[in-house]
């Protein structure tokens, strides 16, 4: 799409191991619109960081095509080869900032050094390059440490100072390989928040690496879920962990939405039983109505599960309940829930 600041088609990555291919990437195709927070998430092995490494083409795929700022950086069809030119390449790279789980700072530079080290060859005067290096570390909340070295911070705080060295050269999108996996809770969390502002105050695009589900859930827009190499769904934080049926996407994301897997944790039989699963997109709803099941058509319902998630901004919630009254006065609970703003699923019969 024309928004789209990456875009990948047919892309394919091919590894030679003990004389047998293996394919760490397979016919992936999506792109990633520009100014969003895009998390790419999956196990260890899915072939999340190959994919990416192809953005810049540290990997070069073995097939299909690789669009970023709306031009081809490589297009590979059968023995056709189409490559950006290695200086085209090179000055196109700078607009692509990379922070990974090891921070790899200069020990021996002090955390402003390791910053004015990325603009080496930016063009800058060395005063230049001091200001906005300084700027850069006020950006992170680091400017009161400019002077200590790497082994006198935190791994929060070393952290910060890559993420200043990789926009030290104005990057149009920021790439964070695994950055939080190696961070407390705390500090994972101050990360990914500073992750959100640069995205905000730089129009930056970040593409979130991970296989920590609440790191997507906490600031992404979009996430691919990847396994085996493959895309297996693509969607907004409310399609994957809320609506999504895929039981691969299950299986990574969790099942806290999925009805029957919470009902077979529970032991809960659903025969003969009217069980109805309520999602509902706000805090203020859950006791009203079941009030109001009571008080309009004499049903009961007794809350066999509830729980709340937070999806960046927007609050969801899930309620299971058993329905208890006459066949009529359940069908009118029933045509009242779903003339809310509630998303009703009957579950009599599915366990």
């Not at 792109?31 to 083409?57: D, H, W």
């Not at 790899?104 to 290096?133: C, R, Y």
């Not at 779903?338 to 599915?350: F, K, P, Q, S, Y």
Request: aromatic fraction near 6%; charged fraction near 25%.
């Amino acid at each position: 799409m024309a928004n789209d600041i990456v875009q990948f088609k047919d892309v394919s990555v091919d590894f030679k191991q003990d004389k047998k291919v293996v394919q760490a990437v397979s016919d992936v195709s999506f792109g990633i619109p520009e100014g969003q927070i895009f998390g790419i998430a999956g196990y260890s092995g899915a072939g999340k960081s190959t994919l990416v490494r192809t953005i810049n083409l540290l990997q070069k795929p073995t097939s299909g095509e690789v669009d970023v700022f709306g031009e081809i950086f490589y297009k590979k069809v059968g023995k056709e080869v189409t490559l950006i030119s290695e200086s085209k390449l090179r000055k196109e790279r700078r607009k692509i900032g990379m922070i990974f789980q090891h921070y790899n700072l200069l020990d021996e530079k002090t955390v402003q050094q390791n910053v004015e080290f990325a603009l080496k060859h930016s063009g800058l005067k060395s005063k230049q390059i001091s200001e906005k290096a300084v700027r850069l570390l006020t950006d992170v909340g680091l400017e009161k440490l400019a002077k200590y070295y790497p082994s006198q911070l935190s791994g929060g705080q070393q952290q910060r100072v890559a993420i200043a060295r990789a926009l030290a050269n104005d990057p149009k999108i920021l790439i964070s390989d695994e950055a939080t996996s190696a961070l407390d809770p705390e500090n994972t969390i101050q990360i990914l928040d500073l992750l959100k502002d640069l995205n905000r105050k730089y129009q930056l695009t970040v593409i979130l690496i991970t296989h920590e589900m609440d790191a997507i859930k906490r600031i992404c827009d979009e996430v691919a879920i990847m396994d085996s190499g493959k895309v297996v769904e693509i969607g907004s934080l409310i399609d994957i962990f809320v609506k999504s049926t895929n039981p691969v996407v299950r299986q990574i994301v969790g099942n806290d939405f999925d009805a029957l897997s919470i009902l077979k944790s529970l032991n809960i039989d659903t025969n003969n039983r009217n069980l109805v699963k309520l999602v509902y997109y706000s805090q203020e709803i859950s006791q009203p109505i079941i009030v109001d099941l009571y008080a309009k058509f004499n049903v009961s319902a007794s809350i066999v599960y509830a729980d709340i998630e937070e999806f960046g901004s927007q609050t969801v919630g899930i309620m299971i309940v058993d329905l208890n009254g006459d066949d009529a006065q359940i069908k009118q609970a029933l045509d009242y829930l779903n003339g809310l703003d509630v998303e009703v699923t009957e579950l009599r019969g599915e366990a």
